[in-house]
């Protein structure tokens, strides 16, 4: 199961992407440049891959699978996510977006 955004067909305006790391946000480790996404032909399937492709300014210096990459970047951001740093910055944003004071509840009973 692929984290795409869409299936590997083709973009319905110029500026879809099929891939959710292209576009410049998957770069190549050796040179860099950008990464593309292209479906890829092993032996007995095929699957959507990401690739420094000549075509595009690169030198074929690396490549991997949509896949592998997409996972890796979720674990990544989750781990990301769940830091208390990020937390409290969220919590601060939060209270900075309500700055009024927050009032106890009233009992029922009351």
């Known amino acids: 199961m ?3 955004v869409r299936s590997p067909s083709t973009p319905t305006t110029p500026t879809d992407r099929k891939y959710l790391l292209t576009g410049g946000l998957a770069r190549c480790g050796v040179c860099g440049h950008r ?3 292209a479906v890829k032909k092993f032996k007995n399937h095929s ?3 990401l690739q420094r492709h000549p075509t595009a300014g690169g030198r074929g210096c690396t490549g991997t699978l949509l896949l592998a990459a997409e996972t890796h970047v979720v674990t990544l951001l989750w781990a ?3 830091k208390p740093e990020f937390l ?3 919590a601060a944003d939060e209270r900075k977006a ?4 927050q009032h ?3 009992s029922t009973a009351e």
Do not use: F, K, T
Not at 98 to 101: A, R, Y
């Open 104 to 106: 106890p509840r009233r």
């Open 98 to 101: 309500d700055p009024s004071p």
């Open 2 to 4: 692929s984290l795409s």
């Open 35 to 37: 990464l593309v996404g």
């Open 88 to 90: 409290d910055a969220v």
């Open 80 to 82: 990301e996510l769940d």
């Open 47 to 49: 699957a959507p891959h």
